[in-house]
């Protein structure tokens, strides 16, 4: 049983619990910062498994990150650092909407008191998150190389030109509070009290082959590394802690490993450190933002990325409200003749009653809890009209995330590889092409390949691949992969909610409007009628207003800082762009 005590503490009521000895009141104090003492003068009952990823059948871990792609960047402690804070955001408001992804990229760009691409450390990180703070990924992924510091590579929005902005108009996340712990004793209070904590190891030859079971070998150590530690558990009277690193899934145990537990292997219970989120900006902070680059000189000689080469900014203009001048067409309608559906059950339109459906529903919002997976933009960390690989790898991970009910691990496909591997790229697609691929091929995760805003070729690093410290890039032969198990077309309203409300998330084809790109809230209604070509979105829902006014719930692919936090409600029944008219899903498994 998960509850929650004062001070934001988790309590855990078992029956099957170990004992381990308090210290009395201690504090942790890390670069002038004075942590709470988490309990006083008392024992305290650990339960003998403890696993965040599985809280009652509830994932509370955000999802896993690549530091070696799209090349290597020596940034774990960046991953790790962001992880923590992203962790521990989920708990305190019991995997509630927002879930956020927050921005390792700024702290590669940005935190002098680390070395970018060459290293740095999780506390660094804490201390910039408290007195700067960073937006989410939707602002900039990773890029894999370290960029200037500055507006535009803090958060962008790349037009098709080739010219990028910085967003000044973005909700910055920030740490209330941080600290470091050392040994077992302290690293399971922390875990067990406030969640997730960041760790220092000394990585051996032999971690870096881990393949699975409980990691306990010592060595030769090659560098230092940092990982999170989500938990712990017991094997055959074995003790291990539940370790998620940042090599992807194809690493380990899906990306995790279980390392022997009280015996400091690799120097594990060292050095540790966490990061508590300041939860009152979450999701209503917004921030107009300008770089520390002014005001702070490098200790190491800034990298450019190859990214930051291609990117133009312009300084004089910001895309706060995403006024656009132009627009090409990103997404197309399916064509139901040229690729055949595939569907093997009934159509929920076939046996729902769509008038005993609820007046409002939301995957947000599902008994207190989100299962839509985290925004994207297509426009970051380049251009692509990448509309229709987005929406539809949004729509296949969330209705995963749904049919898992919210356990672990959470899959987010990868819309990189779909623009490697199908249609036209960068020159717009349609769900169609996904969908089918999807069912004779699968997709990876993005951990395989991450967003770059470009096309590259298929095979064999263009579908899941992974780098070495030396520069040298190889493809993966063995990765998980989405499937869909059948496909096809829906449209008009009762057929759209069923389809919803039975199996989650469509993807929709809309056309585009300057009136649509400059919404930022509120139910959208068409009134311009000037169409510039077509889009391709995610529905997830509907609701209707306290004045009966009935909508869609869209998530759009422009990032966090358009519309209503990278969503729209789009007016239901006409005036709304065509949504209703060419919708199309898949049934996803892995």
Known sequence: ?????????????????????????HEHTVLGVSTWPKRK???ILFPRYFDLRNIDGFNYVSPLRNQDIPTYCDSSWAIAATAVVADRMRLRTYGAWPTKQLAAQVLINCDYDSYGCSGGTPTSAYYYMKYTGIPDESCLPLTGTQERCEDVNICRSCEES????????????????YGRLAGEKAMMAEIYQSGTISCRINVNRAFTNYQKGIFSQDGLSLYTHYITIVGWGEED????????????SYWGEQGYARV????????????CSWGEPLLSGLNSVNNTATSPASSRTSSTGSRTS?????????????AGKRARESFSSCGYPTDWTVIKPVIRSPLPASYVNVSALPASF?????????????EKNERSPLFCNACWAQATTSALSDRLNLRRKGAWPMFL???????????????????????????????????????EGEQKACQPLGTCMDCGRDGDCWGVSEYRRLFVSEYGEVSGVDAMKAEIHERGPITCFMVMTKEFMEYEGGVFVEHDHHYKGGHIVEVTGWGVTEAGQPYWIVRNNWGENWGENGWVRVNMGGSNLMIETSCSWGVPFV
């Open 237 to 248: 009277g074995v003790k291990y802690w539940i370790v998620r690193n940042t090599w992807g």
């Open 162 to 177: 080739g010219s990028c902005y910085p967003v000044r108009d973005y909700t910055t996340y920030k740490v209330a509070d």
């Open 306 to 318: 190859s990214t930051a080469s291609r990117v133009t900014s312009t300084g004089s203009r910001t």
């Open 362 to 374: 939301d995957i947000r919002f599902l008994r207190g809890r989100n299962y839509a997976t985290p």
């Open 413 to 451: 496909a990868s819309s990189q590889a779909l623009l490697n591997c199908v249609g036209n790229g960068c020159g717009g697609g349609d769900p169609g092409d996904v969908y089918r691929h999807a069912y004779l091929n699968g997709i990876p995760d993005t951990t395989c390949q991450t967003y």
């Open 260 to 271: 022997l537990r009280g015996s400091g292997v690799m120097g594990i219970e060292s050095d």
């Open 41 to 43: 003068d008392e024992d």
């Open 1 to 25: 049983m998960l509850a929650w005590g004062k001070a934001n503490c988790v309590v855990l009521f078992c029956a099957n619990c170990i004992t381990i000895g308090g210290d009395g009141e």
